[in-house]
């Protein structure tokens, strides 16, 4: 949640973006889906 929020506050990144940089991101540190997969965007990427 913290690597999502840095994308979207200060590096301006919509939403989906912010996640999707995050889950990345944690996905290259953490290669098991159970410490990635589990967050959702609902509603709005904007």
Same mark, same amino acid.
């Given at each position: 949640?913290?690597? %999502?929020?840095?994308? &979207?506050?200060?590096?301006?990144?919509?939403? @989906?973006? !912010?996640?999707?940089? !995050?889950?990345?991101?944690?996905?290259?540190?953490? #290669?098991? #889906?159970?410490? &990635? !997969? @589990? %967050?959702?965007?609902?509603?709005? !990427?904007?």
């Amino acid at each position: 949640m913290t690597e %999502f929020y840095r994308n &979207w506050q200060e590096r301006k990144l919509d939403k @989906a973006q !912010a996640l999707r940089q !995050a889950m990345m991101t944690t996905k290259e540190r953490y #290669p098991n #889906p159970v410490q &990635w !997969a @589990a %967050f959702n965007l609902i509603g709005e !990427a904007e």
